[in-house]
């Protein structure tokens, strides 16, 4: 099993994640309250703003201080699928 920082010495499993995502749009706001609202919320930003959001395959929803890109950097062969994805874009 593959650990990832996501700050303030939290880890997660890499084979459970599903999404790393931005917070800033409304979809994700509501989907973080209706995570909290079941008891699937984790808060891992020790009170400080939460900059990105990671969706497990377990349904549980962890909010992290860390940019959502400094997360996605740290998870091995992310950065290469991204930068395919941009060259695609281009």
Do not use: C, W
Not at 30 to 55: C, F, P, S
């Amino acid at each position: 099993m593959q650990l990832i920082s996501i700050g303030f010495g939290n880890v997660v499993a890499t084979n459970r994640i599903v999404a790393i995502i931005s917070p800033e749009s409304s979809p994700i706001k509501r989907l973080i309250q209706d995570a909290r609202d079941k008891g699937m919320l984790v808060d891992a930003t020790y009170g400080r703003r939460t900059r990105a959001v990671v969706i497990t395959d377990s349904g549980h929803v962890i909010l992290s201080a860390l940019q959502h890109e400094t997360i996605v950097n740290r998870v091995p062969g992310a950065g290469d699928a991204i930068d395919n994805l941009e060259e695609e874009d281009e």
